[in-house]
């Protein structure tokens, strides 16, 4: 079956350091595929996505790029602030489109 | 402002007491759907819905119920709630095409004692 794999938290960075985030997949098809974020207290919202290979989604200084042949979209930002810190949960969305399959979730801490 | 909203956000009950946590959305979203988050897991789906009276089990259904009779409001049902759905749910909803994202209610945080 459809499957997320995140690396494992927390992720503890000094601010203004890169972050990267590892996600991996397993999926039937062609897969869409997100990043979600949660900040303390509240839902998830969506950061960024991409719906097909090759294809790099973007948002607030994050970027993730759809790669088929490793069967990866890992999240990356160039310089991460206080204010990112959050849990981060990679997801795919199946090809019939029904359901959506969530990662464990990776917990970020930057400091000052 | 298009919002999901959950109620109660917080929840401590005991073993077999039934209960619903409401969910409405005002954004005329055809897909509805439940999840639970729980350490080390992340979300689980439960319960999702295509439309109005179409609901079909997710991944974790056991011990839980849904119901669909208005387009805005996805509820679930504890029948008889047990500690091992002590967790945090979220109630979600998007459109049935386009960009698939969903837009998450604030949380329901339930102990069952």
């Known amino acids: 079956g459809n499957s997320v794999t995140q690396m494992e938290g927390p992720v503890t960075l000094s601010e203004e350091a890169f972050l990267t985030i590892n996600c991996t997949y397993t999926?039937?098809?062609?897969?869409?595929l997100f990043w979600y974020v949660q900040y303390p207290g509240e839902g998830l919202q969506l950061l960024l996505k991409?719906?097909?290979?090759?294809d790099k989604g973007s948002n607030k200084g994050f970027e993730a790029t759809y790669r088929k042949e490793t069967t990866s979209f890992h999240l990356e930002k160039g310089s991460v602030q206080v204010s990112d810190s959050a849990v981060y949960f990679c997801?795919?969305?199946?090809?019939?489109?029904?359901?959506?399959?969530f990662g464990a979730g990776t917990r970020l801490f930057v400091k000052a | 402002e298009a919002q999901v909203t959950q109620n109660p956000r917080y929840l401590i009950t005991v073993t077999g007491k039934k209960l619903t946590v409401t969910c409405s959305q005002n954004?005329?979203?055809?897909?509805m759907s439940w999840y639970r988050q729980d350490p080390g897991l992340g979300l689980r789906q439960i319960y999702y819905?295509?439309?109005?009276?179409?609901?079909d089990k997710g991944d974790v259904p056991e011990g839980y119920k849904v119901s669909r009779k208005e387009k805005r409001n996805f509820p679930l049902i504890l029948e008889s709630p047990s500690p091992n759905q002590t967790s945090l749910y979220f109630c979600?909803?998007?459109?049935?095409?386009?960009?698939?994202?969903?837009?998450f209610g604030p949380g329901t945080r339930l102990t069952v004692l």
């Open positions: 979600a909803s998007r459109v049935t095409s386009g960009s698939y994202e969903q837009f």
């Open positions: 999926a039937t098809g062609y897969p869409s």
């Open positions: 991409a719906t097909k290979a090759d």
């Open positions: 997801a795919l969305r199946d090809t019939g489109g029904f359901k959506t399959i």
């Open positions: 954004m005329n979203h055809e897909y």
């Open positions: 819905s295509m439309n109005v009276e179409v609901t």
